[in-house]
């Protein structure tokens, strides 16, 4: 499951994008990535195993 829509409709109701990420555990850094549409470390390197 991901959490990432989560903290985007928080953001987008004037909330804290920080405080979102610090609660459910994920870094601020792979939110922006995976919002942007760049694939994180761990889908680069799945995808150089498959």
Do not use: W
């Not at 804290?16 to 470390?41: D, H, I, M």
């Amino acid at each position: 499951m991901t959490v990432h829509p989560f903290i985007e409709a928080e953001q987008q109701a004037g909330h804290s994008v920080k405080r979102a990420c610090e609660l459910l555990r994920v870094s601020r850094a792979a939110f922006y990535a995976r919002r942007n549409g760049e694939p994180g470390p761990r889908a680069v390197r799945d995808a150089e195993l498959t």
